[in-house]
């Protein structure tokens, strides 16, 4: 799913290229995105783009006429930036939007179709998808510290819920719990003052560092690489790699469709994390140690041997 970084560099070309332009078309090639019928989508169209807002995980256009077009990409959809009138992605497009300018494509790569598109009338309705999450990028450390002790949740969870944080999803959970070399299970009520302090700073440095490395990577252009697994992650979606920092491999702990990514090593004192259903499976063989699972792994016979 598209993340605080990701968002930042689509808001990025599209506050150069779609504000002052006028939204001529809004073409609809799937009509389960479509959430809202008043207004109608219509009304929409031949309006003037005010400016662009991110809340949360959403893209906000204000348009004229008090309107505001809201777009959530959930974990599969993407944006892609076309010449005028192009024609809409057969099995993945779901909607385009034409400016004077160019095309912007939405287009959605799963069976499971998520992504959503709302069209709302004033600043009220528009409040009903603010979740109300510390953007973390603006809060200080004792708003911080706030959010994070609201309750007592595992690290992960309260990095990722959109009550208490905005835009951080499972990709950069990952990556700022290896930089804070923490525990995806620990619990929030059991972090001492250094530890928060840690991690406010690990978030804040790993959020501007792919901030800057995606406007690197987009070169003032359009970004199209937008994707969850990036090769330059140190432990997101590189199960069984060498963590970088010291070479252990990558672990996994996987729940429903979402999946913590740690080393053992840097983060857990060289402890395994019980996967839920695995543990269920396996009962008392479920390796303790990264040293207990290297050891069960089977041998490669040596040619040479006997």
């Known amino acids: 799913m598209p993340e605080l970084p990701d968002l930042t560099v689509y808001l990025d070309f599209l506050q150069a290229h779609v504000v002052g332009q006028t939204l001529e078309r809004v073409r609809v090639a799937s009509p389960f995105v479509l959430r809202t019928a008043d207004p109608p989508l219509k009304s929409a169209e031949n309006k003037r783009v005010l400016g662009l807002r991110r809340l949360g995980k959403r893209l906000v256009l204000e348009l004229e006429d008090d309107l505001f077009l809201v777009i959530h990409l959930m974990i599969a959809g993407r944006f892609r930036w076309k010449e005028h009138g192009a024609s809409i992605t057969a099995k993945i497009g779901l909607a385009a939007f034409d400016f004077s300018n160019g095309t912007l494509l939405l287009t959605e790569a799963s069976q499971k179709k998520r992504a959503a598109i709302h069209l709302v009338r004033g600043e009220d309705a528009l409040a009903d998808f603010d979740r109300g999450g510390l953007e973390p990028l603006e809060a200080n450390l004792d708003r911080f510290r706030s959010r994070l002790l609201a309750g007592n949740h595992t690290v992960k969870r309260a990095l990722t819920d959109p ?32 530890e928060v302090e840690q991690l406010f700073a690990s978030t804040r440095e790993v959020l501007e560092e792919w901030i800057q490395r995606l406007r690197d990577d987009a070169r003032g252009g359009f970004p199209e690489k937008v994707t969850a697994f990036r090769k330059d992650m140190a432990v997101h979606g590189r199960y069984g790699q060498p963590c970088p920092v010291c070479g252990t491999p990558v672990q996994r702990i996987v729940h429903a469709e979402n999946e913590s990514n740690y080393c053992p090593t840097c983060q857990t004192g060289g402890r395994l994390l019980a996967d839920r259903a695995l543990s269920r499976l396996l009962k008392q063989d479920w390796p303790r140690t990264i040293e207990e699972l290297e050891a069960r792994k089977p041998r490669v016979r040596s040619p040479t041997a006997g």
């Open 163 to 194: 009550d208490l944080f905005a835009g951080i999803g499972n990709a950069y959970s990952d990556e700022i719990l290896h930089r804070a070399r923490m525990s995806p299970v620990k619990l929030t009520h059991a972090l001492s003052q250094g």
